[in-house]
């Protein structure tokens, strides 16, 4: 069973900056594309940002310039670096990745989410 674990959400001021961590683990598996979305309440579930295993990066242009998705394969793991953040980032945040486990096809798992807020 695959798992995607976030950590490094909280509270911080605007102007500030955090650092979300997501980590997959699990039985052997294969990691495609891994990304970052948003949600607040009410709302869908936005995309911000994704990194291919080859370390392409593509951002929303809300995020663009302030946020840096990046990846460690040996680690299984994605980071988002969020700086110069605005109350409007104020959302629970889930990594996602298409991972394909030993002996089966690929698919989209979702982390738990952890929730950003951002004061003014």
């Known amino acids: 069973q695959v798992q995607l674990v976030e950590s490094g959400g909280g509270l911080v001021q605007a102007g500030g900056s955090l650092r979300l961590s997501c980590a997959a683990s699990?039985?052997?598996?294969?990691?495609?594309?891994m990304a970052w979305y948003r949600q607040v309440p009410g709302k869908q579930r936005d995309w911000i940002a994704a990194?291919?295993?080859?370390?392409?990066?593509h951002y929303a242009d809300s995020v663009k310039g302030r946020f840096t998705i990046s990846r460690d394969n040996a680690k299984n793991t994605v980071y988002l670096q969020m700086n110069s953040l605005k109350p409007e980032d104020t959302a629970v945040y889930y990594c996602?990745?298409?991972?394909?486990?030993?002996?089966?096809?690929?698919?989209?798992?979702w982390g738990q989410g952890t929730q950003v807020t951002v004061s003014s």
């Open positions: 699990g039985s052997r598996f294969s990691i495609n594309d």
């Open positions: 990194i291919t295993r080859s370390g392409s990066t």
């Open positions: 996602g990745a298409d991972i394909i486990p030993y002996g089966s096809s690929s698919r989209h798992y």
